[in-house]
Nanobody, 115 residues
């Protein structure tokens, strides 16, 4: 069983920055992928970024060059650094872990970017 707890959301003006953190408890293995997804009101949940245990990353085109995902395997923590935020980045952000073929989700943290 894996539990994910996000923190760091909030309200920021366009052009500002926020840092999201996700703490994972339970068994995380070397082949497991962790990441962030987001869901805006009335829209589907979309990939933001993922990172493998070895540090390989993947980003949605809409956030490339602005967001950076990182991972500390020693403490099972994933961080999403979000810079140059835009109003269209407003959403609930969810931490995700793919562990031995099963998906786990955090409770979500609200990010609101004002124009």
């Amino acid at each position: 069983q894996v539990q994910l707890v996000e923190s760091g959301g909030g309200l920021v003006q366009a052009g500002g920055s926020l840092r999201l953190s996700c703490a994972a408890s339970g068994r995380i293995f070397s082949r497991d992928v962790m990441g962030w997804y987001r869901q805006a009101p009335g829209k589907q949940r979309d990939l933001v970024a993922t990172i493998t245990y070895a540090g390989g990353t993947n980003y949605a085109d809409s956030v490339k060059g602005r967001f950076t995902i990182s991972r500390d395997n020693a403490v099972n923590r994933v961080v999403l650094q979000m810079n140059s935020l835009k109003p269209e980045d407003t959403a609930v952000y969810y931490c995700n872990a793919l562990v031995q073929g099963a998906y786990y989700w955090g409770q979500g943290t609200q990010v609101t970017v004002s124009s």
